[in-house]
């Protein structure tokens, strides 16, 4: 391992930018003759549009226009799309439902877009705002997806809200399996929705040029290739070569910029209309509203089991809250991102999981940091561990007669899961917990009063997304492999172009990792370059723990076909056949002779080819790959979470928190383990802290962060974390991927952890200290009686 | 925000008379309540009013048996404040609680005072030590000073100048944090001066920080966490919401009273 190679935690190189505050995130740039934008919201959850009054609001100082969703449908601006078709059991297609981006005839959700205000200021914007008159037929609205059947409907195309009816899985083995198990084990659950916040808000820069009729859209997005691909082919605003989609500096994003959102289709509108560029920046409260939320399933779960432990069958009926309209990747989510990991890590024999998606007024929902998978998660680790304590059996020991042990490991749901070994995680886990030590902890803590607990979660995830052609079977409207440029410049620096983008993963720094130690050049000689679509060649962008696993795959191959061409450069200048070029450590040698060429040498003699005839060797240095996935990757380990509850206010402490993750090859593991620390915060969010509220008439009681509680630093312990490692036999690097492990395991093993201190499974997220209180209400009488 | 006048008088007088004038003026003190609601666009005061350059309106002092806190002075100067810290380090806990840095070096405990949120810490303390609210105009007993959400006893133009605490020999704060917020989900302040014994309960009541005359009484015969065991209060007339319903509030004012007598007696 060279000290800035695979493996070396080496410094992040963006750093010094970020921390000095150099960063240029979408806010930061300024076009000559910038316009502000301020979106014109639905104040009722569902409701028709019978008139949009915008006089008074154009008369106000400083406005350039007000525009409406009448007007975009005049202008036959297409509507936002969900690209990836899910069809029923019956076989009927998903019922998508028309999104415009700004609503013309009824609006269904607190926040829905109807107008637009351009002005010369912000503040000149949302003064005109407050103007503009819309007159609204307020209607009934649904919010709780397990009410939304029976609700008013609220898309024409889906009877009943319902957007599909899908399973997967065999249902009459299953039944057979339960019919035939000693043990059931059942569970109803609900998998709070969550609210992403991004540290940096949403936001849309718009430009027109007239003289070469191009669109530029600068924009807080994860995938702006995808972004310009949906823009032009579905809104069809430019066709691709007309657009410019530039993703700068982006301030996180957990899958919430991943999507395509009415603002910046609004913001390319207006800009073309008016001849002048058009800025949006979304305010936190803004983010509330507008931004898709995440998770939000309502579930029924069920385990069979045999006389020992071994499980037989597993039975899933899940309704998913897909919000007033279907976002860009929402339909996959509940399904081939969550049914499909519902094997877990264990040998399951029959799995069959039906999922129902529902409409509700309410904001989109779509992938948050783990899509599908913690949802899974919580559901297979919650039900393992309440069957192991209905059978008084070890939790721990319950997942070891289950676990996986042999690869390939082909399971009832889809996935080939290719190399793993959970029983060695979940041992150094236990080991690192002192999970031994844990009853002396817990007597320890009973003397103060103190209720203490201990919760696994042994989670598996399906990362590297994805072979295309597998996904394309299953309904997605895209390729999911990566694309990557590398570009040796002539004095030997070198550039390269990843499909990938960044926004907080550290790639400036990983990527050029990958270079330095396959070209044997420093670090600092290399630059990485994504996020603009006039730059780099098509890319798929960043989610699902994707980009070290697809892209830098990408990279390797685009390295792989540079070394080869540089070789034969070399052989030229070194007077000897190709096959006899070794190349190490940045420099060519002629085999069994000291006649060498460096690095740099032979860049320049790419580019200056005097010593070669152009007709059999072209001159340059710069090579392009495109790498599709053979298979996901499948990071999995053990998280072991121990609290104290504080009986008298409900209030939970974690104490401790054990992190043994698999993630295959690890890159840079000061940039892992960061990754590992954010995912618990987040995981640890959605279990004790997080949860998005409406009331009944669908306003968003947690509509800042005076009521919604995002994690701090106060809430979490120092983790223990350590890796195990088998490779990825799917991608040349052995890399699974290590972005969204924390938060699909932590919510588990917190409320596994929870439930053990307090003696009762009824404690639902976020297990505030109210809810964990009022769990202790239910079961201290039935302890009492039993007593 | 909506455009408004900006006034920095250097006297209390000075802003009394802008006050005057502009009858829809607001003080600004720490802005930590005022700004956010004006940046959402819920509050529109023609003018503000900055009392930070009033002379004489900050700082800690002991004066005789009470402790004199100017209306201006910020809540990390009264919690860090070396007097108060030797003489009744209970009232110190207060402000100590209160937001992050960033707030406790901007908020004051006039402002706080006079702003009255249900759920903010220093109606609790100053109902908690039987304090005296001195204005521009007068002297008022903490037990007149609040009046109901958000509301006091303060007239149109009058100024919070001082907050007079009698010191306790014990006394205590016992705060369960909002989580999101970090307001009081419930505070409880408990005091012992001589015979005199109180208990005021903020973030729990509808209408705001109250005393709890059982717990006082209880507390009377011996001011011990052992003489409140097994107490709590009624709910009705308590907040109730996504955070905490009112049941949950009245048992916290139980667990906290006990938890505040144990930390002022210890």
């Known amino acids: ?91 009927s297609p998903m019922k998508m439902a028309p999104h415009p981006a700004l609503a013309a005839e009824t609006v269904n959700f607190v926040g829905d877009p109807v107008a637009v205000v351009i002005a010369e200021t912000v503040a000149q914007a949302r003064d005109a705002a407050e103007r503009v008159k819309v007159d609204y037929e307020v209607l009934p609205a649904v919010v709780d997806p397990a009410k939304a059947r029976s609700g008013p409907q609220i898309h024409a195309v889906a009877p009943g809200n319902t957007i599909y009816e899908w399973a997967l899985g065999d249902s009459k083995a299953v039944d057979a399996a339960f019919a035939a198990a000693r043990h059931v084990t059942r569970l109803d659950i609900i998998n709070n929705r969550l609210i992403p916040n991004a540290i940096e808000p949403r936001a849309a820069l718009a430009e027109y040029d007239a003289g ?7 924009n807080t997005s994860q995938n702006p290739h995808v972004a310009r691909l949906v823009i032009s082919a579905f809104v069809g605003l430019a066709p691709e070569h007309k657009l410019r989609v530039i993703a700068p500096d982006v301030g996180g994003g957990f899958g919430s910029k991943i999507f395509i959102y009415p603002e910046e289709v609004v913001c390319l509108w207006a800009a073309r209309k008016l001849r002048r560029p058009v800025k949006w920046t979304a305010e936190r409260s803004e983010s509330f509203l507008a931004d898709a939320h995440g998770r939000d399933h309502v579930t029924h779960a069920e385990l069979a089991l045999d006389a020992h432990g071994k499980i037989l069958a597993l039975r899933v009926k899940t309704i998913a809250n897909l919000g007033a309209y279907m976002s860009t990747f929402s339909s996959s989510v509940p399904t081939y991102l969550y049914a499909t990991l519902m094997s877990g890590q264990y040998d399951i024999p029959h799995i069959y999981c039906e999922v129902d998606a529902v409409y509700t007024n309410t904001v989109p929902v779509d992938a948050y940091r783990g899509a599908g998978r913690p949802e899974a998660t919580f559901v297979v ?319 968003l009681v947690t509509g800042s962060l005076m009521d919604y509680t995002m994690p701090r630093a106060y809430d979490l312990p120092s983790f223990k974390v350590g890796l195990t490692e088998t490779k990825s036999p799917s991608n040349p690097l052995g890399i699974k991927g290590c972005g969204e492990a924390g938060a699909i395991a932590a919510p588990a093993a917190v409320i596994n952890a929870i439930t053990d201190a307090i003696g009762s499974e009824d404690v639902s997220m976020p297990a505030t200290a109210a809810t964990v209180w009022a769990a202790l209400q239910r079961v201290q009488p039935a302890r009492r009686a039993a007593a | 925000m909506y455009d408004f006048a900006f006034h920095r008088p250097t006297t209390v007088r000075q802003a009394a008379g802008l006050l005057a004038r502009n009858p829809e003026a607001k003080l600004l003190a720490g802005g930590h309540s005022l ?66 840095p960033q707030v406790r070096n901007r908020g004051t405990i006039g402002g706080s005072l006079a702003n009255n949120d249900p759920n903010a810490d220093y109606p609790a303390a100053v109902l908690g030590l039987g304090a005296t609210i001195i204005t521009n105009k007068r002297r008022i007993a903490a037990d007149d000073f609040f009046t109901g959400l958000f509301s006091t006893a303060l007239e149109e133009g009058e100024i919070i100048t001082k907050v007079s605490f009698p010191i306790a020999k014990k006394a205590a704060y016992e705060k369960f944090k909002h989580p999101a917020s970090g307001f009081a989900l419930v505070g409880v302040f408990v005091s012992k001066r001589g015979s005199e014994i109180r208990v005021a309960v903020t973030g729990a009541g509808a209408n705001g920080v109250f005393r709890v005359k059982s717990f006082e009484d209880a507390l009377k015969k011996r001011f011990a966490a052992k003489s409140l065991e097994g107490m709590s209060i009624p709910a009705t007339g308590l907040n109730s919401d996504i955070h905490g319903s009112a049941e949950y509030r009245a048992h916290l004012v139980g667990v906290l009273a006990r938890r505040a007598v144990a930390k002022a007696t210890a």
């Open chain 1, 1 to 91: 391992m060279s000290a800035t190679g695979i493996g070396a935690a080496v410094r992040r190189k963006e750093d010094i930018r970020f921390v000095t505050g150099r960063g240029q995130y979408t806010d930061d740039i300024a076009r000559p003759g910038e316009t502000r934008a301020v979106f014109v919201r639905s104040p009722h959850a569902r409701a028709r549009i019978r008139q949009v009054d915008v006089s008074a609001a154009k008369n106000m100082p400083g406005v350039v226009d007000v525009l409406t969703g009448r007007q975009l449908a005049a202008d036959k601006i297409g509507n936002l799309i969900c690209g990836w078709m899910i069809h029923s059991k019956d076989g």
């Open chain 1, 212 to 218: 070469t009729d191009r669109l530029t859209l600068w």
């Open chain 1, 381 to 699: 680790e919650r039900l393992v561990e309440v069957a192991a304590r209905e059978m008084g059996i070890d939790p721990a020991e319950l997942r070891e007669r289950n676990f996986i042990k042999s690869f390939p490991h082909q399971t009832p749901v889809i996935m080939t899961y290719d190399a793993g070994d959970y029983h060695a995680s979940l041992k150094k886990a236990m080991e690192l917990a002192d999970v031994k030590g844990f009853n002396k902890r817990k007597r320890e803590s009973a003397r103060r009063g103190k209720l203490r607990g201990l919760g696994y979660s042994t989670y598996i995830e399906a990362c590297g997304i994805a072979p295309s052609r597998a996904v394309g079977s299953l309904g997605c409207g895209v390729g999911l492999w990566e694309s990557a440029e590398v570009r040796v410049n002539p004095t030997g620096t070198v550039e390269v172009l990843t499909g990938t983008h960044a926004h907080g993963q550290g790639h400036e720094t990983t990527f050029a990792q990958l270079v330095s130690e396959r070209l044997g050049i420093p670090i600092e000689n290399v630059s990485v370059v994504h996020g603009d679509t006039d730059k780099v060649q098509f890319g798929m962008g960043t989610y699902g723990s994707r980009s070290a696993a697809v892209g830098m795959s990408a990279l390797v191959k685009a390295i792989d076909k540079v070394i080869d061409k540089a070789k034969k450069v070399a052989a030229h200048m070194l007077e000897a056949s190709e096959g006899d070029i070794e190349f190490k450590d940045g420099k060519f040698t002629v085999a069994g002779t000291d006649k060498s060429a460096a690095w740099g040498e032979v860049a320049l003699n790419a580019y200056i080819a005097h010593k070669f005839a152009g007709q059999d060797l072209e001159p340059g240095l710069k090579e392009t790959a495109f790498y599709d996935p053979t298979n996901f990757t499948f990071p999995a380990g053990c998280h072991i979470c121990e609290v104290e509850v504080d009986a008298e206010t409900g209030k939970t402490e974690i104490v401790n928190w054990t992190a043994v993750d698999d993630f295959g090859t690890v890159v840079n593991p000061m940039i892992v383990e960061g990754q590992v620390h954010g995912g618990i915060a987040q995981g640890v969010g959605q279990a004790l802290l997080e949860g998005a509220v409406y009331d009944n008439n669908g306003q």
């Open chain 2, 35 to 100: 700004l956010p609601v004006m940046k959402q666009r819920l509050a529109s005061p023609s003018a503000l009013i900055d009392l930070s350059l009033v002379e004489g309106l900050a700082g800690v002092e002991q004066k005789g048996r009470s402790i004199v806190i100017g209306a201006m002075t910020r809540h990390a100067d009264v919690a860090n404040s070396r007097v108060l810290q030797e003489v009744m380090p209970g009232l110190a806990m207060v402000p100590a609680s209160i937001g992050d």
